[in-house]
């Protein structure tokens, strides 16, 4: 796997994500990693589709923020 294309930025964002701390990782993970929609994720979040919209505004932002 170390040797496949990308598996080190993958790693590091991995990390990135992991390092947000909950529920910023958890929305990041469940939209972009399991392709859920915010609405989907607010289910199994128990959380309005408007608050997993900032969550994952804030979450975007701050890794944003690390990748500069």
């Known amino acids: ?3 496949e294309e990308g598996f080190e930025e993958r790693v ?4 990135a994500v992991r390092s947000l701390g909950s529920p ?3 929305v990041i993970g469940l ?3 399991c392709g ?3 609405r989907q994720v607010g289910e ?3 959380a309005a589709q408007w ?3 900032r969550w994952e505004k804030t979450g975007l932002d ?7």
């Open 1 to 3: 796997l170390a040797g």
């Open 12 to 15: 590091l964002l991995r990390h």
């Open 24 to 26: 910023y990782a958890q």
């Open 31 to 33: 939209r972009y990693l």
């Open 36 to 38: 859920l929609t915010q």
């Open 44 to 46: 199994r979040l128990r």
């Open 51 to 53: 608050q997993v919209c």
């Open 62 to 68: 701050r890794l944003r923020e690390r990748w500069k």
